[in-house]
C-alpha cells in the first residue's frame, strides 16, 4: 500500500519565522506534487517536482528521490500563508496523498 | 481564478439519489481529473480522462462513473447515493495529462447527502 506521510500535522508560527513542512513517500513517483488548501476549500497546485529544487517566491520545494523525502519550507511566514498544505505522490498513473499539515501564522 | 470552473457550487440530496457534477477545464487542457476530498479519508483521486479517453482510475466506486465529451468538459455521475458519499468533489485540468505538467483546480463542488 502507497503511504505518503506528512509531518508536523499542525503547526502555529510567529509572523516572520522559517517554516519546514515534511513529507515522505513510500515508492517511487513520477511526480511529487505541494498542494494548498485555503480554509474556504479551494485547492491550488505549489509545485511538482521529480528532483531538486523550485523556488515561487517565498516559498521553496525540495526532493530527495533516494530518501523519498521531500520538503517545502516559507520563509518570513506571514499571515496569508496560512493554510493546509497537502504533498501528493503521482506514480504515474495513480495519486496518493498526505493527511495535510495545518498552518497557522500568527501576527 | 484557475480557470476550471464546476457546477454545481453545492448540492443537497437525500440517500439513494444519483447527481451529477460537471466540469470544464481551462481552456487548452485536455485532461480532467476528479478527486473526492471527505473529513474522515482527505483526498483521494478517482479517475483521469485525456482527450475523451479515460487514462487512469483510482479509488472510484462503482456506483460511481464519469466521462469526457467531445468539447472537453467532463461529467461524474453518482448514484445510489449513500451518507458517507458526502463530500467536496474537486476536478482539476492539465494540459496534456502527464505528471510534469502543473494541475489547476476548480473550486469544488459541495456534495451534502442526507
Known amino acids: 500500500k502507497n503511504e505518503v506521510e506528512q509531518s508536523p500535522q499542525n503547526l502555529t508560527a510567529q509572523e516572520g519565522e522559517f517554516i519546514t513542512i515534511n513529507c515522505s513517500y513510500s515508492?517511487?513517483?513520477?511526480?511529487l506534487h505541494w498542494l494548498q488548501q485555503h480554509p474556504g476549500g479551494g485547492i491550488v497546485s505549489l509545485f511538482m517536482l521529480s528532483s531538486g529544487k523550485k523556488k515561487h517566491g517565498r516559498l521553496i520545494a525540495t526532493i530527495n528521490i533516494q530518501e523519498k523525502h521531500s520538503s517545502l519550507h516559507i520563509t518570513a511566514s506571514h499571515p496569508r500563508d496560512s493554510a493546509v498544505y497537502i504533498c501528493a505522490e503521482n506514480t504515474g498513473n495513480q495519486f496518493y496523498f498526505g493527511t495535510g499539515t495545518s498552518l497557522t501564522v500568527i501576527p | 481564478d484557475s480557470g476550471v470552473t464546476q457546477t454545481p457550487k453545492h448540492l443537497i440530496t437525500a440517500t439513494g439519489q444519483r447527481v451529477t457534477l460537471r466540469c470544464s477545464p481551462r481552456?487548452?487542457?485536455?485532461?480532467v481529473y476528479w478527486y473526492q476530498q471527505s473529513l474522515d479519508q482527505g483526498l483521494q483521486f478517482l479517475i483521469q480522462?485525456?482527450?475523451?479517453?479515460?487514462?487512469a482510475k483510482g479509488n472510484i466506486l462503482e456506483r460511481f462513473s464519469a466521462q469526457q465529451f467531445p468539447d472537453l468538459h467532463s461529467e461524474l455521475n453518482l448514484s445510489s447515493l449513500e451518507l458517507g458519499d458526502s463530500a467536496l468533489y474537486f476536478c482539476?485540468?492539465?494540459?496534456?495529462?502527464?505528471?510534469?505538467?502543473?494541475?489547476?483546480f476548480g473550486d469544488g463542488t459541495r456534495l451534502s447527502i442526507l
Open positions: 482539476a485540468s492539465s494540459v496534456d495529462g502527464t505528471p510534469e505538467q502543473p494541475q489547476h
Open positions: 515508492v517511487g513517483i513520477s511526480a
Open positions: 481552456s487548452g487542457d485536455l485532461s
Open positions: 480522462y485525456y482527450n475523451g479517453e479515460e487514462r
